[in-house]
């Protein structure tokens, strides 16, 4: 089955500590995303990434990082640095070329404690 | 600031009658247009979509119109089902973006029995 796979569902982390999500996907497809949504904001940017070993932040790129080193993963970093990290954390992807529809996964819902 | 909005957090709609959510874009450069569906602690799923070539798109229940001079569109869920309730996110997106997403925050649609 073709798909993008969210690790953890839910994770937990302690405050000054950084934590690592992973996002695998089988599509074949050249970009993927990182998305991060809070209550009332709807889905904000995080990073985005074209092609592998290479990356754009978005509009909240701070306190996150990436990596691109297989086109099938792109997992994302919570650093310390992030001041408010508690979130829905989504990841996606879609083929680059013409009109097309972005796929997500499930969702990994990251709270610090 | 917000490329992509959605004025109306809630909409609640009796079922079998028609449901509007509406989005508006600052941006007269976005040409790809979608609707997602999303449900609490889930990945959103891809609804519909309309190129900015059209001025409607049609899918069962489910059709989207595009106003490009008002940079306005509108998702119409007709008949509306107990099992539309959810929030529906429009997103916009175009080439000197990198074909990246633009996410509007999201209407809660509730159908009342």
């Known amino acids: 089955d073709g798909g993008i796979t969210q690790s953890p569902k839910y994770l937990f982390r302690k405050e000054g500590q950084n934590v690592t999500l992973s996002c695998e996907q089988n599509?074949?497809?050249?970009?993927m995303y990182w998305y991060r949504q809070d209550p009332g904001q709807g889905l904000r940017l995080i990073y985005y990434?074209?092609?592998?070993?290479?990356?754009q932040k978005g509009d909240i790129a701070e306190g996150y990082s990436v990596s691109r080193e297989k086109k099938e993963s792109f997992p994302l970093t919570v650093t310390s640095a992030q001041k408010n990290p508690t979130a829905f954390y989504l990841c996606?992807?879609?083929?680059?070329?013409?009109?097309?529809?972005?796929?997500f996964g499930q969702g990994t819902r990251l709270t610090v404690v | 600031d917000q490329q992509v909005k959605q004025n109306s957090p809630s909409l609640s709609v009796q079922e079998g009658r028609i449901s509007i959510l509406n989005c508006d874009y600052t941006?007269?450069?976005?040409?790809?247009f979608l609707w997602y569906k999303k449900y609490p602690a889930e990945g959103p799923t891809f609804l519909i979509s309309?190129?900015?070539?059209?001025d409607k798109n049609e899918d069962g229940r489910f059709t989207v119109f595009l106003n490009k001079s008002a940079k306005h569109l509108s998702l119409h869920i007709v008949p509306s089902q107990p099992g539309d309730s959810a929030v529906y996110f429009c997103?916009?997106?175009?080439?000197?973006?990198?074909?990246?997403?633009?996410f509007g925050t999201g209407t809660s649609l509730t159908v009342i029995p």
């Open positions: 996606a992807s879609s083929i680059i070329q013409g009109n097309t529809e972005a796929f």
């Open positions: 599509l074949n497809h050249d970009a």
């Open positions: 990434s074209q092609i592998v070993n290479d990356f």
């Open positions: 941006n007269s450069m976005f040409d790809y």
């Open positions: 309309i190129s900015s070539i059209k």
């Open positions: 997103a916009a997106s175009a080439p000197f973006a990198g074909n990246q997403f633009y």
